[in-house]
């Protein structure tokens, strides 16, 4: 019996549990005023489906939210059980080892049917954590159940014709509103708290390097070796994004101010939505896009530069994975973001400086240049900002066509690595969350974090201001 | 009063002097020159998208297509069926059982290599062991061919799928006058000699203007190949690869077909031999081209002949599921309240701050959230759907309330106004009147970020979804892997044959993308309303 229960599907099961209920509830709620709307005895305050709305909520919400606790408690109270049951020494193990070994007897327990294997602490661990699982989840079931029927005969005692009902709906249902924009918010505070606990976790990991190390130091080697120095990451990232930049400043703002001064009506409604598919090409597409056509081609370019008879030998790298191959085609990415931000900034700038500048006599491209521009400029420098900062957090281009070597050199033929590449490679695969290597994944995280939500806070300001002053 | 006009003299006037003339030559020029920046600004960006998708296509064309080789096989029960026709699990799974009588079709075949072992091994090489694997499929859902003899089909090895795609680097065709004479030499060689003369100086001429590695010819007479060991004027000195072996000395007329293949063997995956069989198994019509169809229905495989974007395409679909499931919701109700119930302080005004800069966050971070988060703290299972949903959900979330707020925004203020003065309440009107008419643009924005999650690979690699996964995932809680995913691990695959699938597998991800994308646009089209 505890066996089949420690194996059903969770999910199914809490669903069950608290639809079957609160749909009841609902007719219950619904049908005690029938009488009094039929007989006509006295007047409803709302209209009957409110009442059955009402109990279905008051039987939903206090089991929602013991099923919520089982959830976050369950499960960590079990392997608590579990560890205190085991053998002394094994419970002389490092909180880390033991918790990996949990992980193991947990993810063998999951199976449904569990092939034993061999070692007996190792199966009993796992039988006794499918019993202890199904133990947990019947109290929860019993106490949602419980909880269930005590909201239940509150919302029933309260039920009165001129209860009313849908005010309290309409009040729990605006709850639920704020709920769903909280979860944004919450997102935000999962991220930070969940990257800093992981970063202090890295740097209190034994063999991490203390901050200074860390943000300075000038050997990168995490997957092999034990050297935490990101400064060649840094510079990668740093690196690459100027070359993304390079590309995509000048052509995204060109697009803009022909988008928005010059084109007809006719030529935007063509242009902007190819400029569109281009910013809704998986960025993956573009990574195999960078390693399989340019990085050859910037590799044979530099190998040209390389033959030429006044250029030293070996004057450029010349790698088959290089950091031009990768920022080049990132401009191309990025172009879509510069230009219908500044495209709709440049929109934004009063007809009357336009022409205000063109009666005095300046050309179009002279009031474009020294009337519209300007006075856009704050607006362009955020959007500036927010690509560079889409260019920073930029993955899987990297990943592919940039190459895995930590160095600084200023040489754009040759292979580097940034931040995001060196996070997928220390995340990518089966390893546990407790090495140093993984964490310091983190703590790379949360440098990108920092870094990125500084310029995007930065550039969101700038465009309040400033749509606040033209509005 | 005309006598009062201004007596502009022509020397007086502005544009009379040369100077003036010049500089205003110079305005308009760099008006043009501005001009033309920004024709060039947005033809680059065109001529970019049209030369990744060409490229892309181009590459992916040959995967849609492979080739298939057919046998006529003696369905033998002892061999195939040890354990009895009533056990199809056993058939299906019995590989070794199928190779051997797909090996011995080659040797009954080709019964000249049988001695020599590196040969026969090159041999059995057309075929990937694994590649019966279908073939044994279709036996077992049909016991009763067992036992009689059928025409069965298994996938050629990719490397040689390439080499009949384009691997031929040039073609000729040499006419031979009625002399020619094709005669066995001492050391088991062959010699063509053609008594007319200069038949061969092409071939001569090939064979030493490429420096650096000979390049391969491959000379097919009557019906056996040759490979091309040394050329003169006028004859040719043979070593037989593939094809009966002619007698002591035969005359030959019409043409001789040579082939160039510009890597030398040393710096091929497949050897001159491999390349003579399949062309002669090709010429008698044994080898065919075929839609390559388990591409898209295939799980995937370490073997690029037999993998598929089958699983991965289910992946994506339930992880899609899952997010459409959390984010659109979520996302909806979360602008609703934003836009028609929050008061106007400094929490609503964080929570909107919040929103703007998470919608700016790299996708990298949430992959971030979900491996700490999800799988570290709440121990939810690597590398399935449910987890994927819920990470990429919360990365379009504020893209859908962006998008929603701004269709909620778009509803005049007098539907409101109208449907509060016949007396409904802030949260009827919102829900019978305002959401309604907003829901068009609302859902243009949904579709727009589902087509962004779908796209997404950094943050799914961080949770795990790249695991090597050959079944098709039935629920949100299996193990699988989504199709930007596959398209990276396809890419990191060494053989070459994985870069057109790469490719094809792209192509399928972009037309489900811009047909996405098309839909959202021609929705906004339609359903645009001037208030």
């Given amino acids: 019996m505890l066996q089949i229960i420690g194996h059903l599907p969770m999910g199914w099961l809490s669903f069950t549990l608290l639809a079957a209920p609160a749909f009841l509830a609902f007719y219950m709620g619904r049908n005690a005023l029938t009488a009094t709307l039929v007989s006509g005895t006295a007047q409803l305050h709302s209209r009957l489906n409110y009442y059955g709305y009402y109990t279905a909520m008051c039987t939903l919400v206090p089991g929602l939210v013991v099923l919520l606790l089982y959830v976050m408690l369950g499960p960590t109270s079990v392997r608590a059980q579990i560890a205190s049951e085991l053998p002394g020494y094994m419970q002389a193990l490092s909180p880390m080892e033991l918790g990996q070994y949990l992980d193991k007897v947990v993810d063998h327990a999951r199976l449904r049917d569990a092939p034993a294997t ?253 009337v519209v521009l300007p006075a856009a400029l704050p607006g362009i420098i955020a959007s500036m900002l927010l690509a560079i900062s889409r260019a920073i957090g930029e993955t899987m281009i990297v990943v592919m066509a940039a190459g895995q070597r930590a160095q600084i050199t200023i040489d754009p033929t040759s292979d580097l690595t940034t931040v995001t590449a060196q996070i997928v490679a220390l995340l990518t695969g089966d390893t546990g969350f407790d090495s140093a290597k993984t964490l310091s994944a983190f703590a790379l995280g949360f440098m990108l974090f920092a870094v990125t939500l500084g310029f995007n806070f930065i550039a969101l300001r700038i465009v309040q201001r400033y749509q606040e002053k033209y509005d | ?129 694994l590649g019966v694997l279908a073939m044994a499929q279709q036996v077992a859902e049909h016991p009763e061919w067992i036992g009689s003899k059928r025409r069965l089909r298994v996938v050629l090895s990719d490397d040689l799928d390439l080499f009949l795609k384009g691997g031929i680097t040039e073609r000729m065709q040499l006419k031979l006058t009625p002399e020619s004479r094709l005669s066995r030499l001492e050391t088991g060689d062959f010699r063509l000699q053609d008594l007319s003369g200069q038949r061969f100086s092409a071939l001569h001429a090939a064979r030493d203007t490429r420096a650096g590695g000979w390049p391969t010819i491959l000379i097919r007479a009557q019906d056996s190949w040759f490979t091309l060991l040394d050329a003169g004027a006028d004859e040719l000195q043979l070593r037989h690869l593939a094809g009966p072996r002619p007698d002591e000395r035969v005359q030959i007329a019409g043409y001789v077909t040579a082939l160039l293949i510009s890597t030398p063997e040393s710096d091929r995956t497949i050897s001159d031999h491999q390349i003579a069989w399949t062309l002669l198994l090709q010429a008698q019509g044994d080898i065919q081209r075929v839609p390559n169809l388990s591409l898209l229905t295939h799980a995937d495989s370490t073997y690029p002949e037999l993998a598929g974007a089958g699983a991965a395409i289910a992946g994506s679909l339930l992880t899609m599921l899952v997010t459409a499931l959390f984010a659109i919701p979520v996302g909806i109700l ?182 996405m994308n098309l839909a959202a646009v021609l929705m906004r089209r339609h359903f645009e309303k001037r208030w």
Avoid at chain 2, 79 to 97: D, F, K, T, W
Avoid at chain 2, 342 to 359: D, H, K, Q, S
Avoid at chain 2, 362 to 371: E, M, Q, T, V
Avoid at chain 2, 478 to 488: A, G, K, N, Q, R
Wanted: proline share 6%; net charge positive; aromatic share 8%.
């Fill in chain 1, 118 to 370: 061999g070692n007996l602490l190792f199966d009993m661990a796992s039988r006794r954590w499918v019993e202890l699982e199904a133990l947990a989840r019947l109290v929860g079931i019993l106490f949602a159940l419980a909880a269930m029927y005590l909201g239940y005969t509150f919302a029933m005692r309260r039920i009165r014709p001129d209860f009313r009902a849908r005010t309290h709906v309409e009040r729990g249902g605006r709850m639920v509103l704020f709920i769903c924009a909280g979860i944004a918010v919450l997102t935000t505070f999962g991220i930070v708290l969940s990257l800093i606990y992981e970063t202090l976790l890295f740097f209190a990991a034994p063999g991490a390097p203390g901050l200074g190390g860390f943000v300075f130091g000038t050997a990168w080697n995490a997957q092999t070796g034990m050297d935490f120095g990101a400064l060649p990451l840094f510079f990668g990232t740093v690196m690459i994004a100027i070359l993304a930049m390079a590309v995509a400043a000048p052509i995204g703002l060109m697009s803009a101010i022909y988008l928005a001064e010059y084109a007809s009506p006719n030529l935007r409604s063509w242009i902007k939505p190819v400029l569109e598919l281009l910013a809704g090409i998986p960025t993956v597409v573009y990574g195999f896009f960078a390693a399989m056509v340019v990085a050859p081609l910037v590799r044979s370019g530099a190998e040209w530069v390389n033959a030429l008879s006044f250029v030293p030998d070996d004057f450029l790298a010349a790698q088959p994975q290089s950091a031009l191959a990768a920022g080049l085609i990132m401009g191309i990415m990025i172009i879509p973001f510069v230009s219908s931000l500044s495209d709709d900034i440049i929109k934004a700038v009063p007809q009357s400086l336009r022409d205000g500048a063109l009666a005095v006599g300046s050309t179009r491209s002279e009031a474009i240049k020294q």
């Fill in chain 2, 1 to 129: 009063m005309t006598d009062a006009a201004p007596n502009i003299s022509p020397g007086h006037s502005p544009f009379a002097q040369p100077e003036a003339v010049r500089r205003l030559k110079q305005r308009h020029a760099a008006e043009r020159r501005f001009r033309f920046y920004g024709v060039a600004a947005i033809g680059f960006s065109v001529l970019a998208l049209l030369v990744l998708l060409t490229t892309i296509g181009q590459q992916a064309r040959s995967a849609f297509t492979r080739h298939v080789i057919a046998f006529d096989l003696d369905l033998d029960a002892a061999r195939l069926a040890p354990q009895g026709v009533e056990a199809p699990a056993a058939i299906a799974g019995n590989v070794s059982g199928f190779n051997q009588l797909v090996q011995d079709a080659l040797r009954t075949r080709f019964p000249h290599h049988a001695d020599q072992l590196n040969l026969r091994r090159e041999l059995y090489g057309l075929v990937p062991r």
């Fill in chain 2, 334 to 515: 979360a602008a609703l309240y934003l836009e028609e119930f929050a008061p106007r302080n400094r929490l609503t005004g964080l929570i909107e701050v919040n929103i703007n800069n998470l919608a700016a966050v790299p996708s990298i971070i949430f992959g971030l959230l979900g491996a700490a988060v999800f799988l570290k703290a709440f121990g939810m299972p690597r590398s399935v759907p449910f987890v994927g949903g819920l990470v990429l959900g919360l990365l379009v979330l504020p893209t859908v309330i962006i998008a929603s707020r701004a269709a909620l925004r778009a509803v005049p203020l007098s539907v409101r106004t109208a449907a509060l003065g016949l007396g409904a309440s802030k949260t009827q009107t919102v829900f019978h009147h305002t959401l309604p008419l907003a829901m068009p643009g609302i859902m243009t924005g949904a579709i727009i970020a589902m087509a962004r999650a779908l796209g997404e690979t950094a943050p799914l690699l961080m949770i795990g979804m790249v695991a090597f996964v050959n079944d098709i995932p039935a629920g949100p809680g299996d193990e699988s892997t989504v199709l930007p995913v596959l398209i990276y691990k396809w890419f990191s695959g060494a053989e070459r044959a994985w870069e057109p699938m790469t490719s094809a597998v792209i192509l399928v991800l972009l037309s489900i993308l811009i047909t």
